[in-house]
């Protein structure tokens, strides 16, 4: 196992687009974690999945995002309507129930 | 709310050195405590941690105590390498539901020079 993948690692799009990441975890975890990380800041909760349940979501998940998790396996992020306070490093992470988490290395969005 | 604070940085030192990362938390309940290391180009992985009071976490010469009489979680290791530098962050993970999600402090840099 190659540990969570995430694809792509480097994104520039222009204000107004939508774009999807792609978030793999490690095989066999049940629990997929969304995260934000802006320059000199630690990561932020956006949202968590057990199997393909979304249990929670914060407010910093705003109605232009969304996060599935269709087969209970991978999961995607999609903001709609970029902005460029979406500017950021996206992280995605996987464990099994509580325990320890392992990040992807996460995918630079770039807002033009 | 919940909430991690870290030292700011950078914390600049020669190899060989004392390192102390402070860290302090403010939390309801008892959460879990976490320091996880972010080396250039990777992601971020886990150093150690505590999920009770007095737990004394360590890995890779690194240790930290939790001090639920002083809500800190300070990193220390005795003799910094060129190969520590990173960007360090303390966590907590809280919840009587269990979810696993973190709450990170906004990250100190560690450069070691030899």
């Known amino acids: 196992d190659t540990g969570v993948s995430q694809d792509p690692r480097h994104k520039i799009t222009k204000r107004g687009q939508n774009v999807t990441f792609r978030c793999d975890p490690i095989?066999?975890?049940?629990?997929l974690y969304w995260y934000r990380q802006t320059l000199g800041q630690g990561p932020e909760f956006l949202t968590y999945?057990?199997?393909?349940?979304?249990?929670?979501k914060s407010r910093l998940l705003s109605d232009r995002f969304s996060a599935e998790r269709p087969k209970g396996s991978f999961s995607t992020l999609e903001i709609q309507r970029t902005e460029q306070g979406d500017s950021a490093m996206y992280l995605c992470?996987?464990?099994?129930?509580?325990?320890?988490?392992?990040f992807g290395q996460g995918t630079r969005l770039t807002v033009v | 709310g919940n909430s991690v604070t870290q030292m700011e940085g950078p914390v600049t030192l020669s190899e060989e050195a004392f390192l102390t990362i402070n860290c302090t938390y403010t939390?309801?309940?008892?959460?879990?405590l976490f320091w996880y290391v972010q080396y250039p180009g990777e992601g971020l992985q886990l150093l150690l941690k505590?999920?009770?009071?007095?737990d004394k976490g360590s890995n890779k010469g690194f240790e930290a105590t939790y001090r639920k009489e002083t809500t800190s979680f300070h990193l220390e290791k005795g003799s910094v390498q060129v190969s520590d530098s990173a960007v360090y962050f303390c966590?907590?993970?809280?919840?009587?539901?269990?979810?696993?999600?973190?709450?990170f402090g906004q990250g100190t840099t560690l450069q070691v020079k030899p």
């Open positions: 992470a996987s464990s099994i129930d509580s325990r320890e988490a392992f």
């Open positions: 095989s066999e975890h049940n629990r």
């Open positions: 999945f057990q199997n393909e349940a979304q249990l929670e």
């Open positions: 939390a309801t309940g008892y959460p879990s």
């Open positions: 505590a999920t009770k009071a007095d």
């Open positions: 966590a907590l993970s809280y919840g009587s539901s269990n979810t696993g999600k973190l709450i």
